[in-house]
């Protein structure tokens, strides 16, 4: 996970990395293809000055802002474009994603004259990574333990998914001892 976060180390380039502390009520990740306006939005939106150019790629970390509405805080991170295949690691995407990923909710920007194309490149990018577009969290029961290893069961027939994957998935997190239940498929 940490691998995804941050950038190699052979890199050479020094900068403030992908990793931002979660704070406030609520994240939200503005994300879309280099040169949509991402950094504008999150200048108007939020006291937080994001270097915007005419030219691609001029924001390469990271950049948090903050919205207070209603009396809640919430976190707007202005992220680096994406290119298509950023799933497969182009152009750091794996690190960009990695950070939509934490988020609760996911802007796309979008070029208006490019729009349909941007979008489904950009619905095709996150959902191949897991990033569950407009669709609620699925009815999974979750509780770690301290011992006794992984309880699996399932209330329905599971089509998408075996017991083999979800412990595969939780070793990978280092995850050992839990009950999992699935409430649906």
Not at 144 to 149: E, F, Q
């Amino acid at each position: 996970r940490s691998q995804l976060l941050e950038p190699s180390k052979s890199s050479g380039a020094k900068g403030e990395g992908f990793d931002v502390m979660k704070s406030g009520d609520a994240r939200v990740a503005l994300i879309g293809f280099p040169s949509v306006g991402k950094p504008t939005f999150l200048s108007l939106m939020t006291s937080t000055e994001s270097e915007a150019a005419s030219y691609e790629f001029t924001t390469l970390t990271c950049i948090p802002g903050v919205i207070e509405y209603k009396g809640a805080n919430i976190q707007l991170l202005d992220l680096p474009g994406i290119i298509e295949g950023a799933a497969q690691g182009k152009g750091r995407g794996r690190q960009v994603i990695a950070v939509a990923r934490t988020a609760d909710v996911v802007i796309m920007m979008l070029d208006a004259t490019k729009g349909d194309v941007q979008r489904e490149l950009l619905e095709k990018e996150l959902e191949s990574v897991g990033i569950r577009l407009n669709r609620c969290k699925p009815n999974i029961y979750f509780k770690p333990k301290k011992g006794g290893g992984l309880s699996f069961n399932s209330t329905v027939p599971l089509t998408h998914c075996s017991e083999k994957l979800v412990q595969l998935i939780l070793h990978e997190y280092k995850i050992f001892n839990a009950e999992v239940l699935f409430r649906e498929d």
